[in-house]
């Protein structure tokens, strides 16, 4: 993982925690996805599409069950 990602995970998970530990879930939310969209940064392209094309599939499996 480059440095430079290594070290905004970091910080949104100190932003995280100090939102939570104050309480303010809003803003611990906020922090949480950035983290998450960090991480997804990070991900293989590939891995990413193959996620989201099997999500859809669900999707549409459970639409149609309704």
Same mark, same amino acid.
Not at 34 to 55: F, K, M, N, T, W
């Given at each position: 993982? $480059?440095? =430079? ?10 932003? *995280?925690?100090?939102?939570?530990? %104050?309480?303010?879930?809003?803003? *611990?939310?906020? *922090? ?10 990070? %991900?293989? $392209?590939? =891995? #990413? ?12 499996? #459970?639409?149609?069950?309704?």
């Amino acid at each position: 993982m $480059p440095v =430079d990602q290594h070290r905004r995970l970091e910080q949104a998970a100190a932003a *995280a925690h100090a939102a939570q530990a %104050r309480g303010d879930q809003g803003a *611990a939310n906020e *922090a949480w996805c950035s983290y998450v969209l960090i991480q997804d940064a990070l %991900r293989d $392209p590939q =891995d #990413l599409l193959d996620e989201g094309v099997a999500l859809s599939k669900v999707a549409i499996d #459970l639409w149609l069950q309704r």
